[in-house]
């Protein structure tokens, strides 16, 4: 997946669509294939765009950005406890996206915290740890002194798991030194609307600001100050706002607006308001003002446009008298409100940038590129050095989505079990698999009508009834060495994970999922007597993937092995290794222990350590390392004292525990305090997929495992195909 940066603002009124154009401008200026992404859209007030800073963005670069999720939609989804699923849609927007563009970076845009959407702060964070992003929090000074910024920020990070949290690379602090009302928004004075006096003038940023946060571990990655030229729109932008009637066209689409000037005073102490890029506002029946005005645009001066207000229409003769300066490009509009409305309209004028204000785009993705610290932009280019997290979203999509590609049968013994049937039906809807019931179509049908789900024909239904028959002669085939009889095998094929398992050696499904009514035992037994173990195999395992907020853990092994062997205990590592690479998980493989490194002695220990020796010996292109405490492991800080040369400790993904009842207990104190979603057991070193359900899988938990099993047999096919590696070749 490509390296992702997540812009965090931090309030409203920070700039987010600028900071955003700018960031997009400095990755490519680099060289990087960057392309953007505003998960959930935020309509404004009066806009027909549904997200403005994904329609800015595509009107101002050749990015083609994915259409965000509808704030409805997100709410809806929140509201209804979905907010997992909303995450893994998500993430398939944007690993489509991704694939499609072959974008290196993606630029995200957070929701903007607003009294409408109290939740931005959680999606943000959900969605930053979804995507495995890079935090960049965006501020604004305000009316704050850098010391109150300082903290307002770091108050914000607290949200987002502190700033302890290694994805919080820094902060982009925007508009410093702009004008601001006694609440802290960014509001030139309503007669001085754009800076008049200095039209050029530009703001040096605060060199406080920068002392302030020199002192804190939180890296500044730009400092941006107010320039009054972002802010200046077109004349065609207020025509829209007020719904004015345009008079004279002239160059309304051209000609921008610096400052604002109310024409009730005397003509003689006004003319000097009369410049370059002046909105001059006043009533229609002040025909002197717009004789003068005329004059002015006359005589060279590039006047933003005339206004006249009150509902009174200008003269004809005074129109025709000013035939000459309409030529020159005076707009000239004409509102019905009085002086004091039109004032209170201008004062709410939205100063962001239109989608179709080319030029202005292209004026600030400019001059925010060039304040973004470039050393951290290079960076981005360069190969990460960070460890990758696969989040649960993104695990969950990927699951989803190498089984639909896979296309299998998988067969549930378990038919007319109602979290089964309701499982079964959800596979076949997202295509994750075919579903193939095995129970009494009555019984399954009534059943899947109390769970107020439809069976149609993706999913089939098999009669253990009608089909046993067919198996009696393999099973007594394959069993003949234990003495199996026709009866015995009428009796056995009587258990549908019998009968299940049969199907799968005969390739009639290319997968058996049970256990939601099944002990382990008696799920796994059949397929061990039949089915038998891989090549290369002397045992199978288990492992459990499970699903922490911010990212993927596997855990082996915690339901087949009750005491392994340190022989034994080598080979689930490295089954479990495989399997976490299979699945999208880079393997850092901790072998856990009551003691790290040397520091202990017992038999215990000494398992787990010679267990390390053989996996290290017999796969060394594996980062495997123990004995380890689990703290250790999974703790940066306590691995930096325990174990600070380690490969392994702090960052692992995959842990391996010493026997059944180590493994076993931490998976469920950990998958029920912290009340995690755990997929599996999957079961490991089978020759076909088989996996195994806990009593109390919930449906979604039923779903995943019906999905890994299809990417098993995809995986387990493939292996087939692929020819054996000769050694002996060059």
């Not at 549904?50 to 083609?64: F, K, L, M, P, R």
């Not at 970076?105 to 931005?120: N, R, S, Y």
């Not at 939205?350 to 050393?375: F, G």
């Amino acid at each position: 997946m490509a390296r992702t940066i997540m812009l965090v603002p931090v309030s409203g009124g920070v700039g987010a669509t600028s900071v955003s154009l700018g960031m997009v401008r400095a990755m490519e200026r680099n060289g990087v294939n960057v392309s953007f992404f505003k998960p959930v859209s935020q309509p404004r007030h009066r806009s027909k765009i549904q997200d403005h800073s994904t329609a800015v963005i595509a009107n101002g670069s050749n990015i083609e950005p994915p259409e965000p999720f509808a704030l409805s939609y997100a709410e809806t989804m929140i509201s209804q406890g979905n907010l997992d699923v909303l995450l893994e849609e998500i993430v398939a927007r944007v690993e489509k996206h991704v694939a499609d563009s072959g974008a290196e970076v993606i630029v995200v845009e957070g929701l903007i915290p607003t009294d409408k959407q109290p939740f931005a702060n959680r999606i943000n964070y959900d969605v930053a740890k979804a995507l495995d992003a890079d935090m960049v929090f965006i501020a604004q000074p305000g009316n704050d002194t850098s010391q109150q910024l300082k903290e307002r920020i770091e108050l914000a990070c607290s949200s987002f798991g502190g700033m302890i949290n290694k994805r919080i690379v820094g902060c982009i602090i925007n508009k410093v030194g702009a004008p601001m009302d006694e609440q802290g928004n960014t509001r030139p004075d309503l007669t001085e609307m754009f800076n008049p006096k200095n039209k050029n003038q530009q703001y040096s940023p605060n060199l406080e600001v920068l002392q302030v946060f020199g002192k804190t571990p939180l890296r500044i990655l730009g400092c941006v100050p107010w320039n009054t030229q972002l802010v200046a729109p077109r004349a065609v932008d207020l025509a829209r706002h007020l719904n004015a009637t345009v008079l004279n066209e002239g160059k309304l689409n051209s000609r921008r607006l610096q400052s604002v000037t109310f024409c009730a005073r005397a003509l003689h102490n006004m003319v000097q308001h009369f410049r370059p890029g002046s909105l001059l506002v006043a009533s229609g029946d002040r025909s002197d003002v717009i004789v003068a005005v005329c004059l002015a645009a006359m005589n060279g001066v590039k006047i933003g446009a005339l206004l006249l207000n009150g509902s009174y229409h200008p003269e004809p003769q005074i129109m025709d008298l000013c035939q000459r300066a309409t030529e020159t490009g005076l707009p000239i509009l004409m509102v019905d409100t009085n002086t004091w409305q039109t004032a209170v309209s201008l004062q709410h004028f939205n100063l962001e940038i239109p989608v179709d204000d080319a030029a202005r785009i292209e004026l600030v993705q400019d001059y925010m590129a060039s304040h973004i610290d470039q050393h951290w932009i290079e960076s981005l280019s360069a190969k990460s050095t960070r460890s990758r997290r696969l989040s649960p979203p993104a695990f969950r999509y990927q699951l989803t989505e190498l089984a639909r590609r896979a296309a299998k049968r998988i067969v549930l013994p378990e038919g007319e079990e109602p979290r089964t049937i309701k499982a079964a039906v959800i596979c076949a809807e997202r295509s994750i698999a075919r579903p193939v019931l095995l129970g009494n179509r009555e019984e399954i049908m009534r059943v899947a009508a109390q769970q107020g789900v439809v069976l149609d024909e993706r999913v089939d239904i098999i009669e253990p009834e009608q089909v046993r028959e067919h198996y009696v002669e393999r099973l007594v085939e394959l069993r003949k060495a234990k003495g199996i009889t026709d009866i015995v095998a009428h009796e056995q094929l009587k258990d549908n994970v019998v009968l299940g398992t049969m199907m799968l050696e005969r390739d009639e499904v290319d997968g058996l999922v049970s256990g939601a009514i099944n002990t382990t035992a008696n799920t796994i037994r059949p397929p061990l007597q039949i089915i038998k173990t891989a090549p290369g195999s002397s045992l199978v395992s288990s492992v459990f993937f499970m699903l922490l907020p911010d990212q993927v853990l596997v855990y082996g092994d915690c339901a087949i092995n009750p005491d392994p062997t340190a022989e034994q205990l080598a080979e689930i590592a490295i089954q479990s290794a495989e399997s976490a690479l299979a699945f999208g998980i880079e393997p850092r493989v901790a072998m856990i222990s009551y003691s790290t490194g040397s520091s202990g002695t017992g038999a215990d220990v000494d398992k787990v350590r010679e267990a390390t020796r053989l996996a290290q010996e017999k796969r060394p292109d594996l980062i495997i390392d123990g004995p380890l405490q689990y703290d250790a492991a999974i703790m940066e800080n306590v691995a930096k004292s325990k174990a600070p040369d380690s490969p392994v400790a702090g960052k692992a993904t995959v842990f391996i525990f010493p026997d059944l009842n180590t493994g076993n207990t931490t998976y469920k104190a950990v998958q029920r305090s912290a009340q995690l979603v755990s997929i599996g057991p999957m079961l490991q070193g089978m020759r076909k997929p088989v996996n195994d359900l806990s009593r109390g899988a919930l449906v979604d938990d039923i779903v995943y495992t019906i999905a890994l099993t299809a990417i098993q047999a995809s995986q387990m096919a493939a292996a087939k195909l692929s020819p054996p590696t000769d050694s002996s070749q060059p």
